[in-house]
């Protein structure tokens, strides 16, 4: 099972952010921010809600790895929250997939 670390750095680098814009967009330092990344020191929880919404996720699976249920409603946050940061050819695609029978 991977670390809160491991979690962090597996989004970081799904999200194309640098560690030094994660730590901004969060409210951080770099510093603290690697220090997160190497498992050095645990984030509290506001800093876990602020990594959630950065990395598109949820608390949950930054602290424990579970990936969210099949909950609608989170799903929904989830596509909502990422969709500035989507191509046109990205909301096209995810719209016929979420129109496929």
């Given at each position: 099972?991977?670390?809160?670390?491991?979690?962090?750095?597996?989004?970081?680098?799904?999200?194309?952010?640098?560690?030094?814009?994660?730590?901004?967009?969060?409210?951080?330092?770099?510093?603290?921010?690697?220090?997160?990344?190497?498992?050095?020191?645990?984030?509290?929880s506001?800093?876990?809600?602020?990594?959630?919404?950065?990395?598109?996720t949820?608390?949950?699976?930054?602290?424990?790895?579970?990936?969210?249920?099949?909950?609608?409603?989170?799903?929904?946050?989830?596509?909502?929250?990422?969709?500035?940061?989507m191509?046109?050819?990205?909301?096209?695609?995810?719209?016929?997939?979420?129109?496929?029978?």
């Amino acid at each position: 099972m991977s670390t809160i670390g491991e979690r962090i750095q597996e989004l970081l680098k799904e999200s194309d952010y640098t560690q030094k814009e994660l730590a901004n967009m969060v409210g951080v330092t770099e510093s603290a921010m690697s220090r997160y990344i190497n498992d050095d020191r645990v984030p509290k929880s506001k800093i876990v809600a602020n990594l959630a919404t950065a990395l598109n996720t949820t608390s949950e699976y930054i602290i424990s790895g579970k990936a969210p249920e099949n909950d609608f409603a989170e799903i929904y946050r989830l596509v909502a929250r990422s969709t500035s940061n989507m191509t046109t050819e990205e909301k096209f695609e995810l719209m016929r997939l979420l129109t496929k029978e």
